[in-house]
RNA sequence: UGGGGAAUAGUUCAAUGGUAGAACAUCGGACUCUGACUCCGAGAAUCUAGGUUCGAAUCCUAGUUCCCCAGCCA
């Protein structure tokens, strides 16, 4: 996997303390707490994407830094959304981010049981009551946002009526949505949130790991805090849009015999230009067929940033970056795309691959010679080795790299001119041979064999270096480019297919690649040189790899092309 | 006309009553067997209006703008 490159972490350990880690150190100092226990707590209902990666490195992060520990918990509750395959990735994704929860593994239907026990509870204490009112009504007399609610007819029930009720919810005898559990608290509050929240609804449905025991859900409110406090957990750190549930969390650790009480603190989540990470949207992707499945190298997942190639170091890095901070923000691509490329410059290996193959034909090089050249694989990095590369009178060069009539800023090949071959030679382009289109198809070239390795000793210079591969070695292969998934925001209602970029993925066929990049290291991540950096795609064959471009290097020149 | 949050360079995050700083981005320049990397330099910000104070991004008052909440989703 890409992470083999993980241990070389370019981060400092510590850019300064956000809010999160201050209170927790002031924690400490108070001795409120002893030890740190956090959670990350996502519904199996999709896989994990980058915004995801800030809330773990967040978590596991700080109970890292402060001694303590951090749980992975399954906020379970829905199984109509839920899946086992979901729960497989988000361990194999948190994992690979480089995450260990250790004995932690929890799901807050490990505590039905005891939800359920202190669902009675309340109902005893007459803080619930069963409600048999119909969604509808519910909705109706939940008042507005500015407009208080109306208590139900059944608020007031009997406590023993209400835990009969409850008692034959569990038991299967009412079918979805006949009843429900709610809290009693306050119709008139400004907070919605407390205007007698449910608690259990009735689901008939089977759970990824309770199956068919249980017909009755606690509902996401009234099992997070539990859950917390029996694991716990001291500080329960979840996005902005909780906020408002805050005072409810509070009130069910106050009203429950709780064997401990965590406290809620909020963040804001992290969102990127142009990036969609809305769960809903994912899945459509994937269901509609938009992509190729979750890993599909252009979706925004963990999945889809390991396939592509971005080791999971510079996903930390990048999060780290970004802060942490109550303030909604949008951080632009190229914060990420820095992270990726300053990571992948230290650890991967240079080859040469030719994209878009264009003929050279080295005219004063002797028909039926062949030599090797030893080649460094990390100009910066002498521990990288070396390996041997072919040279012959036939190579290919990059199509762009050559131009018939050049601009004025143009370094490299055009009729007369002399560019250095990276490692090789110095050639000078004779002529251009056409085909009836008129287009380029073949150029013949001379070398000057006194500037093997790539320097004359008369200390003449080039204006550019280029790379190559020589058609004795060259192996065809593919090679894909990924682009932005979507031309314009996706309404989530909507047409997905309607707002898809239908240049998401180039597929270049036909590229020429240096014979190491099918052989050892396979699955490190690479550089072609003066391209980008890529990676080996699982579609890779025998004989025909396929290789995922990460992402581009900095091109100054295509500025300057395009003004 | 409800409740809860947030406002600092283009972007993200610092500065916790005492010189507004960093990273990314942008623009110059140097270097270069990757038009990469690296190095050097530049421009660029406290939402507004009052007030307190020797001194305010920070405290107070009044505004403005943006985000979240009316699921038996999380």
Redesign the pocket.
């Known amino acids: 996997m890409a992470d083999e490159t993980a241990i070389v972490e370019t981060a400092p350990p510590e850019?300064?303390?956000?809010?999160i880690r201050?209170i927790i150190q002031a924690d400490l100092d108070s001795k409120r707490v002893s030890k740190v226990v956090t959670r990350f707590?996502?519904?199996p209902?999709g896989y994990l994407h980058i915004g995801h990666a800030k809330s773990i490195c967040l978590n596991f992060g700080v109970a890292e830094e402060f001694g303590g520990r951090c749980h992975l918990r399954f906020?379970?509750?829905?199984p109509?959304?839920e899946e086992q395959e979901y729960i497989d990735a988000i361990k194999r994704d948190v994992h690979w981010l480089g995450f260990d929860w250790g004995e932690h593994l929890h799901h807050?239907s490990d505590n039905f049981e005891q939800l359920f026990a202190w669902a009675e509870h309340l109902i005893r204490t007459g803080f619930a009551y069963v409600?048999?009112?119909?969604?509808e009504?519910?909705?109706a007399s939940?008042?507005?946002?500015?407009?208080?609610?109306k208590n139900s007819q059944f608020r007031e029930r009997p406590v023993e009526e209400s835990l009969d009720l409850l008692r034959r919810m569990r038991a299967g005898e009412f079918p979805?949505?006949?009843?429900?559990l709610r809290a009693k608290i306050d119709m008139a509050?400004?907070?919605?949130?407390l205007?007698d929240?449910?608690l259990?609804?009735?689901?008939h449905a089977s759970h990824p790991r309770t199956g068919m025991k249980w017909c009755i859900?606690?509902?996401?409110?009234y099992?997070?805090g539990q859950s917390d406090a029996i694991e716990g957990i001291t500080h329960s750190i979840c996005?902005?849009?909780?906020?408002?549930?805050?005072?409810l969390y509070d009130w069910f650790l106050e009203h429950l015999p709780v064997p401990a009480r965590p406290r809620q603190y909020?963040f804001?989540k992290l969102?990127i230009?142009n990036t969609v990470l809305s769960k809903r949207v994912l899945v459509g992707l994937v269901r509609e067929g938009h992509v190729k499945g979750w890993d599909d190298p252009r979706m925004p997942t963990l999945a889809g940033l390991r396939r592509r190639g971005v080791p999971a170091a510079a996903i930390r890095d990048f999060v780290r970056?970004?802060?942490?901070?109550?303030?909604?923000?949008?951080?632009?691509v190229?914060?990420?795309?820095?992270?990726i490329?300053?990571l992948l410059?230290?650890t991967a290996l240079?080859r040469m691959a030719v994209l878009r193959p264009l003929k050279v034909v080295i005219e004063n090089y002797p028909e039926g010679k062949g030599e090797e050249l030893e080649v460094v694989n990390?100009?910066?990095d002498p521990a990288a080795g070396t390996r041997r590369i072919r040279f012959g009178r036939e190579i290919y060069i990059e199509y762009e790299?050559f131009m018939e009539n050049?601009p004025k800023?143009?370094?490299?090949l055009s009729p007369g001119t002399e560019v250095?071959?990276?490692?090789?030679y110095f050639i000078t382009c004779k002529e251009v041979v056409k085909n009836a289109a008129g287009e380029v198809v073949e150029l013949r070239c001379t070398y000057d064999p006194a500037?093997?390795?790539?320097?004359a000793p008369d200390a003449r210079?080039?204006?550019?270096?280029?790379?190559w591969v020589a058609a004795v070695d060259a192996v065809n292969a593919e090679v894909r480019i990924i682009n932005e998934l979507f031309e314009r925001a996706p309404d989530p209602d909507g047409d997905l297919g309607a707002a898809l970029n239908s240049n998401s993925l180039e597929v270049l066929q036909g590229c020429m690649v240096e014979p190491a990049l099918t052989s050892a290291n396979t699955d490190a991540p690479v550089?072609?040189?003066?391209?980008g950096y890529f990676y080996r795609d699982a579609d890779s064959a025998p004989g025909k790899p396929v290789f995922n471009r990460t992402i581009g290097?900095?091109?100054?020149?295509?500025?300057?092309?395009t003004g």
């Not at 409600?131 to 969604?135: A, E, F, G, P």
């Not at 259990?200 to 689901?203: E, K």
């Not at 859900?217 to 409110?221: E, Q, R, T």
């Not at 500037?451 to 320097?455: A, I």
């Open positions: 850019v300064g303390r956000d809010f201050e707590p996502p519904e209902n906020d379970d509750t829905n109509t959304k807050a409600d048999d009112q119909s969604q009504q519910m909705r939940r008042g507005t946002l500015t407009e208080p609610g979805n949505g006949a009843r429900v509050s400004g907070n919605i949130n205007r929240p449910v259990y609804r009735i689901l859900y606690p509902s996401y409110d099992a997070h996005t902005l849009e909780f906020e408002d549930h805050r005072p909020e804001a969102m230009k970056r970004t802060g942490v901070a109550k303030a909604n923000s949008v951080v632009e190229p914060m990420f795309e820095h992270s490329r300053e410059n230290k240079r990390h100009p910066d790299d050049p800023k143009f370094f490299r250095r071959l990276r490692y090789a500037t093997r390795g790539g320097n210079k080039v204006k550019a270096t280029m790379h550089q072609f040189e003066r391209q290097l900095r091109d100054t020149w295509a500025k300057v092309r």
